[in-house]
């Protein structure tokens, strides 16, 4: 996975912007190894949640959001659960980390 740290400080106290994750080039940039590693391991993760809350904002306008104006101009219980049960399924579809 190719990424990019947005903002980073080097340990000399310049300030970056958009910084490859290679671990080479964090050293390079004066990173300890296990800190350029820490870096890259939290960009992975920020790039991995973008790509959820992207996949699952796609899924809902393609396919939540119709059943949902649906249920709004019928308003029956068949198309209410409908709509509940496509969000459920894109929820576990494209499930979001435990906050800690």
Do not use: H, S
């Given at each position: 996975?190719?990424?990019t740290i947005a ?17 080479l080039v964090l ?47 019928d308003e029956t ?24």
């Open positions: 996975m190719t990424n903002k980073l400080q080097t340990p000399g106290g310049e300030d970056l912007i958009n910084v490859p994750c290679d671990l050293i390079a940039l004066g990173f300890p190894e296990d800190r350029a590693k820490e870096l890259i391991a939290t960009a992975q993760k920020e790039a991995e949640l973008a790509f959820l809350v992207a996949a699952r904002r796609a899924a809902y306008v393609a396919e939540a959001d119709p059943l949902f104006l649906e249920w709004q101009y219980a068949e198309k209410e659960k409908a709509w509940r049960d496509k969000v459920a399924e894109i929820k576990a579809r494209y499930p979001l980390p435990e906050r800690t």
